[in-house]
């Protein structure tokens, strides 16, 4: 069955950096355009990139542009996030995506 299996996740201070990995399995990954989503406690799951099947395309919102860089390693099947400039309202549990499959979360939080 599809898996996808969040990591990296942790306690950093603003301005930290944190990298994201989303182990996969279960499809065919180079098929795949894969996606990171957070949530914070009552709101929705908000959209944060997308990263095209070659990888050669990305797509990020706009609170997180400049900031953050969504990768893949197709050989690994791994989609990445790395997190950098990170500040208090990044905080939330970051989940990875393909079509209608979502991993468990990981919990990123930003404080001093």
């Known amino acids: 069955q599809v898996q996808l299996v969040e990591s990296g996740g942790g306690l950093v201070q603003p301005g930290g950096s944190l990298r994201l990995s989303c182990a996969t399995s279960?499809?065919?990954?180079?098929?795949?355009?894969m996606k990171w989503y957070r949530q914070t406690p009552g709101k929705g799951r908000e959209w944060v990139a997308t990263?095209?099947?070659?990888?050669?395309?990305?797509v990020y919102a706009d609170s997180v542009k400049g900031r953050f860089t969504i990768s893949r390693d197709n050989v690994k099947n791994v989609a990445y996030l790395e997190m950098n400039n990170l500040k208090v309202e990044d905080t939330a549990i970051y989940y990875c995506?393909?079509?209608?499959?979502w991993g468990q979360g990981t919990q990123v939080t930003v404080s001093s």
């Open positions: 995506n393909q079509l209608h499959d």
């Open positions: 279960g499809f065919t990954f180079t098929q795949a355009v």
């Open positions: 990263v095209s099947k070659s990888g050669n395309y990305t």
